[in-house]
C-alpha cells in the first residue's frame, strides 16, 4: 500500500489549495480514505473521510463549509479542496487508509 500526497505550499489567508492523495496496493473504489492533520504542538485530527466519489464526510466543525472531499476512481486518487483558508489551517495533512499513512504535505496559511 503506498499513499502519495500532494499540492501543499503557502497561501495568504482566503486563498485555496487541492490537496491530492494518490493510492495505490489496494481496491481503491472499496476503500475508506481519510484526511487528517496536524498543526504544531498538536496532535492528529480527523478531518474528512471518504468513501466513493460521492460521499465525504466532514469531521471537523472548523473547517465544514470550506473544505470538501472527492475521489477519482480511474485515477486512484481522493483530493481535498480547501477554500477560504484561515492561518489555524496551517498544518501537516495526511491521508490515511487503515493502517497505512502518506507522508504528509505542508499546507502554510499566512500573509
Known amino acids: 500500500v503506498q499513499l502519495v500526497e500532494s499540492g501543499g505550499g503557502l497561501v495568504q489567508p482566503g486563498g485555496s489549495l487541492r490537496l491530492s492523495c494518490a493510492a495505490s496496493?489496494?481496491?481503491?473504489?472499496?476503500?475508506?480514505i481519510n484526511w487528517y492533520r496536524q498543526a504544531p504542538g498538536k496532535g492528529r485530527e480527523l478531518v474528512a473521510t471518504?468513501?466513493?466519489?460521492?460521499?465525504?464526510?466532514i469531521s471537523m466543525d472548523s473547517v465544514k463549509g470550506r473544505f470538501t472531499g472527492s475521489a477519482d476512481n480511474a485515477k486512484n486518487t481522493v483530493y481535498l479542496q480547501m477554500n477560504s483558508l484561515k492561518p489555524e489551517d496551517t498544518a501537516t495533512y495526511y491521508c490515511?487508509?487503515?493502517?497505512?499513512w502518506g507522508q504528509g504535505t505542508q499546507v502554510t496559511v499566512s500573509s
Open positions: 496496493g489496494f481496491t481503491f473504489s472499496r476503500a475508506i
Open positions: 471518504i468513501s466513493s466519489p460521492g460521499r465525504t464526510a
Open positions: 490515511n487508509y487503515y493502517r497505512y
